[in-house]
């Protein structure tokens, strides 16, 4: 067998922790498993793998080369799967958006995917944090920021990044801040998923409900501690919230752009953003991933560009 079907019998003995499991999934014969494990090593003259009686785990070698050994699959499986443009997909799959910080978007980018492919049937999963992928069978997850289990794939799609914005009606009823200071005295809504999601990149909590807001300025990096007004861990009614008069609310350019445009919401102070963070794609394995899955990305990714391209941006900060 080619080194391919060893370097996959590798990542999904590093998914299952198990050479019974690895052998059942891949339709291998226990004996194989162990075979092609033992030539791996041999031809990296590496120790890749502990076993003992309960379970296989990964030498400080193992983890290191995974993510190697996962791009690779990656690679061959964009080369040999990519899609036709002609290609229809049919099956059930299921997508998990791990963070409430970017639900708006996605599901209607994959709903207008789906049309494209009458024959697709999407389970969509909205969760606050990162779903385990294997335990709840989930074919694909998208995720802002945080930590990806390394023992999955993850790809970039580009990058997010957060303005703050007000309601027309509550700037007319409120000093407009001219300064970070003058955010102290307005009424600051606050997402508390994010301090889970982005740890210490872009807020994290330093007490009972006071909060640090990170901010970027030009090549600096600022910070302010504030006690919101409002505080949730989902991000539409923060959203709803601040298109209702309530506040100021840190909110996803990618999310609140059309309605910066079309005049529903202001961006406030907007020479500060916050901090950039990766939009990921994570999925289990190569060899499993949905047919459709680099379409699908290509699709998400063209329309984030889209939605995020500076000329409409900076038209937005005209208005």
């Not at 299952?16 to 194989?32: K, Q, V």
């Not at 799967?81 to 998990?96: A, T």
């Not at 994010?194 to 600022?222: A, C, M």
Request: with cysteine; aromatic share 10%.
């Amino acid at each position: 067998m080619d080194r391919l079907t060893k370097l996959e019998v590798f990542s999904k003995i590093a998914e299952t922790g198990s050479f019974y499991e690895t052998a059942r999934s891949l339709n291998l014969s226990r004996p194989t498993v162990t075979r092609l494990m033992a030539e791996l090593e041999k031809d990296l003259n590496q120790k890749l793998l502990f076993r003992n009686t309960r379970r296989v785990s990964l030498t400080s070698a193992g983890e290191s080369f995974l993510p190697r050994a996962r791009e690779l699959l990656n690679m061959a499986s964009d080369i040999f799967h990519s899609p036709r443009h002609s290609e229809k997909y049919d099956g059930l799959y299921r997508i998990n958006i791990a963070t409430t910080y970017a639900n708006f978007k996605l599901p209607e980018l994959i709903e207008e995917f789906q049309k494209l492919h009458p024959g697709l049937r999407i389970e969509l999963l909205l969760s606050a944090s990162p779903l385990p992928l294997v335990q709840n069978r989930i074919d694909l997850r998208f995720q802002i920021g945080g930590k990806v289990n390394p023992l999955y794939i993850k790809r970039s799609l580009g990058k997010s990044n957060s303005w703050m914005c007000a309601s027309p009606s509550y700037l007319d009823t409120h000093s407009r801040p001219e300064t970070i200071k003058d955010l102290l005295k307005q009424d600051l809504l606050h997402n508390l998923v994010i301090d889970e999601d982005l740890g210490e990149e872009l807020l994290h909590v330093k007490g009972r409900g006071v909060y640090t807001w990170w901010f970027t300025h030009g090549d600096r990096r600022e910070k302010l501690k504030v006690a919101p007004k409002f505080a949730c861990n989902y991000s539409e009614p923060l959203f709803r919230a601040c298109l209702r008069g309530q506040g100021i609310a840190y909110l996803p350019i990618s999310e609140s752009l059309l309605d910066v445009l079309e005049g529903r919401l202001e961006v406030v102070l907007p020479e500060y953003r916050g901090i950039l963070v990766d939009i990921w794609a994570v999925y289990a394995s190569s060899a499993h991933k949905p047919p459709f899955t680099e379409e699908l990305l290509t699709y998400v990714k063209r329309a984030f560009e889209t939605i995020l391209a500076n000329p409409v941006e900076q038209r937005a900060e005209e208005n």
